[in-house]
């Protein structure tokens, strides 16, 4: 299933400026899931968005004047915004579930290349663990073929 801008805003709490998700493009349920009744059945769940880096985004402005790089608590925004998608098929209605999310931690984070704008940047979040309303990710983005960051979040998500 893809999701546009406009579902995105009606799934995310998040509004422009700190919205780091354009679309989602994939959200895959494990092998033999179709409809999870629990959280443990999201275990394995992988989620892919985009985002597109441009000069108008206000943070650039001032990291760093004349040398625009996209900072790396940006990043890991990003990543824990894509990773909220992981809990999506176990709503009943997605787009109107009042949805409250909060990223409790970030671990392991690498940042391996600069993000500048003009990048077109895809977002993974595999859900690797599930506790209730907490959620572990495996999270990384790329830009083409090429890694550019990754982290593990731990995320709560209440609905």
Known sequence: MKLTQEQVKDFLPHR????????????????????????????GTIVKS??????????LKGHFPGNPILPGVVQIEMMAQTASFGIFYLLEDPFNCDLEVALLSCSNAKFRKPVKPGMDLEIHAQMTQAR??????QCKILSGDELISETEILAWAKH
Do not use: Q, R
Not at 17 to 29: A, G, M, R, Y
Not at 50 to 59: G, N, P
């Open 16 to 43: 422009e400026p700190f919205l780091f998700v354009d679309t989602v493009e994939s959200i895959e349920l494990p092998e033999g899931v179709t409809k999870p009744k629990s959280s443990k059945e999201l275990v």
């Open 50 to 59: 985009k985002f597109k880096v441009t000069d108008k985004l206000e943070i």
């Open 132 to 137: 209730g309303l907490t959620f572990s990710y």
